[in-house]
């Protein structure tokens, strides 16, 4: 029998697919559907990652779309905000329902930076984004990202619960991250703020992955419907996405609780290990599939981004051991 508190989610999954239904069916697009069968695939693999990681589902959409299928990258990022509206937001709605532990005062302080922060980002910054930065801002982002988790997955996944800090700590670190994020690195590639806050919690914070990824979760879900709101009072999506989204949108809705659900069951240790590996490939890959577009100076400012966020996450780990021993003296 369901437990009452799920109502919420199968609600929002019943309101969701009568929806989606409606547009395929009633609006003539199932063709539309089955032309575009490989992202619904791909995104069967990117909807568990999103609801078991601190990866969005773009994450995956993006490398496939831009590298894969050799669309633009700006597809890219409109793809990832559209389909993380529903897959993330999703798995969102079921981390509530299930009464999952999240970091309430970062977070609250995080959504109302991210409001803020995304609309300027996707207006003044991302326009100012060539195609090539902005895949080689993805590249090196998620480099770092698994290159720190294969060096200290041991660590990051024997922490519990977190260490004690004040309230306005959290304040002022979470709506700099929210502010930051959103106009940075997810107004341009449409992913990356939830990877942010959960390297705060994590390494800064000592936070349990099982408060840090939930958080993200949610924080990415909101910055997506942030970024989908903007885009339509703007005029609209890249050519393309509408299409790849219909596919992929009924997979994802699923896709990504799902990944929450079973990631609570068998653990994050061996999904953060592949999915790290996976990261470090797709920056290699990058390289390789604009070979021809990149000069000295592209490739330098790439493994640049790599060297800078690594040595970002080093300082927050360094002050992270700092605060625990204060905490315990």
Same mark, same amino acid.
């Given at each position: 029998m369901i437990r009452k508190r799920y109502y919420p989610f199968l609600a929002w999954l019943l309101l969701f697919y009568t929806g989606w239904g409606a547009l395929v069916f009633v609006g003539g697009h199932w063709e539309t559907v089955l032309s575009h069968w490989p992202m619904a695939a791909a995104m069967a693999v990117g909807s568990y990652v999103a609801g078991s990681t601190p990866m969005g589902g773009g994450t995956v959409g993006f490398p496939v779309l831009v590298l894969l299928m050799d669309l633009? $990258?700006? %597809? @890219?990022?409109d793809f990832s905000f559209a389909i993380q509206a529903v897959g993330?937001?999703? $798995? @969102?709605?079921?981390?509530?329902?299930?009464?999952r532990e999240l970091e309430w005062p970062m977070l609250r302080a995080a959504l109302p930076g991210a409001l803020l922060g995304t609309p300027l980002g996707i207006l003044f910054v991302a326009p100012l984004a060539s195609d090539l930065f902005i895949k080689l801002l993805f590249a090196s982002t998620w480099c770092s990202f698994g290159l720190l988790h294969l060096r200290r997955i041991d660590e990051i996944t024997s922490y519990e619960g977190m260490t004690p800090h004040d309230v306005s700590f959290d304040h002022r670190v979470g709506f700099a991250v929210g502010f930051l994020g959103g106009l940075s690195v997810a107004s341009i590639t449409g992913v990356g703020i939830d990877m942010l806050i959960y390297m705060v919690l994590v390494l800064w914070c000592h936070a349990d992955l099982k408060i840090a990824i939930p958080t993200s979760v949610v924080l990415m879900a *909101?910055?997506?419907? &942030?970024? &989908?709101? &903007?885009? %339509?009072?703007?005029? @609209? *999506?890249? &050519? =393309?996405? *509408?299409e790849n989204w219909l596919a992929a949108a009924p997979v994802v809705a699923l896709g990504a609780p799902f990944g929450a659900l079973v990631v609570n069951r068998v653990g994050r240790r061996p999904t953060l290990l592949v999915v790290s590996a996976l990261c470090v490939l797709q920056f290699v890959w990058t390289l390789v599939h604009e070979r021809h577009s990149l000069d000295v100076w592209n490739l330098s400012a790439a493994l640049l981004g790599v060297l800078l966020f690594l040595l970002l996450f080093q300082d927050m780990y !360094?002050? =992270?051991? !700092?605060? $625990? !021993? !204060?905490?315990r003296s």
């Open positions: 633009p $990258a700006t %597809l @890219g990022r993330m937001t999703s $798995a @969102g709605i079921y981390i509530l329902c299930s009464k *909101f910055t997506s419907l &942030v970024g &989908v709101l &903007v885009k %339509l009072m703007l005029g @609209g *999506f890249e &050519v =393309g996405t *509408f !360094r002050h =992270g051991h !700092r605060l $625990a !021993r !204060r905490s």
